[in-house]
Nanobody, 124 residues
Framework: QVTLVESGGGLVQAGDSLRLSCATS????????MGWFRQAPGKEREFVAA????????YFADAVKGRFTISRDNAKNTGYLQMNSLTPEDTAVYYC?????????????????WGQGTQVTVSS
């Protein structure tokens, strides 16, 4: 059984930064693509960013491109989402997810394992 636990969310002001972490169980991370998604109240879950198994490739949603970075440390079984220049539109529950895949995927339905989510609230 694979478990993912997100941490690092909180309440910040517009323009601030946050770094989310996603700790995974076992040693599965090196064989899994990791993605970050978010869901705001009343909205569908949307793709934010993803990183390949080795970390060599990344992909971002247009809404966060240039502000967010994604990284991973397979030795620590942990992934990260660095969020800079936050705006109120970034307010959502953020989820990390993984899937055993050779390529980056961007649809929630493509991911097999999910964390419980961490709340990010950005005030104006």
């Amino acid at each position: 059984q694979v478990t993912l636990v997100e941490s690092g969310g909180g309440l910040v002001q517009a323009g601030d930064s946050l770094r989310l972490s996603c700790a995974t169980s076992g040693r599965i991370l090196s064989s899994h693509v990791m993605g970050w998604f978010r869901q705001a109240p009343g909205k569908e879950r949307e793709f934010v960013a993803a990183i390949s198994r080795s970390g060599a490739s990344t992909y971002f949603a247009d809404a966060v491109k240039g502000r967010f970075t994604i990284s991973r440390d397979n030795a620590k079984n942990t992934g990260y989402l660095q969020m800079n220049s936050l705006t109120p539109e970034d307010t959502a529950v953020y989820y990390c997810a993984t899937v055993a895949s050779l390529r980056i995927l961007t649809l929630p339905v493509d991911y097999d394992y999910w964390g419980q989510g961490t709340q990010v609230t950005v005030s104006s």
